[in-house]
């Protein structure tokens, strides 16, 4: 059984940095495609960032783009999304997700098999 754990949330003023964790456990190969979604209060789950399995293909909102950045330790099994410049409207709980896509990365929840229990992330004004 899949098991995915997020850690690294926080209060942080607009501006700032955080990075997030998910480190999975249970895992018989590496070479799913991960990713992280969020959800606001009132607002739907949406689609942040996703990574292949080497790391080799990366895939980001429009909103997060150039601002965010995922990453994974295959090794250490573990996926990052090192999160900057941070905005108020940043602020939802964060979700780390398995696929079981290998080469594209899908951005629709429903293709995400395993989830973690989130992490709250606060921006301040």
């Known amino acids: 059984q899949v098991q995915l754990v997020e850690s690294g949330g926080g209060l942080v003023q607009a501006g700032g940095s955080l990075r997030l964790s998910c480190a999975a456990a249970?895992?018989?190969?590496?070479?799913?495609?991960m990713g992280w979604f969020r959800q606001a209060p009132g607002k739907e789950r949406e689609f942040v960032a996703g990574v292949t399995w080497d790391g080799g293909k990366t895939s980001y909102a429009d909103s997060v783009k150039g601002r965010f950045t995922v990453s994974r330790d295959n090794a250490k099994n573990t996926m990052y999304l090192q999160v900057n410049s941070l905005k108020p409207e940043d602020t939802a709980v964060y979700y780390c997700?398995?696929?079981?896509?290998?080469?594209?990365?899908?951005?629709?929840?429903?293709?995400?098999?395993?989830w973690g229990p989130g992490t709250q992330v606060t921006v301040s004004s």
């Open positions: 997700a398995m696929s079981r896509r290998i080469a594209d990365i899908p951005v629709g929840a429903r293709e995400y098999a395993y």
């Open positions: 249970g895992l018989t190969r590496s070479i799913y495609v």
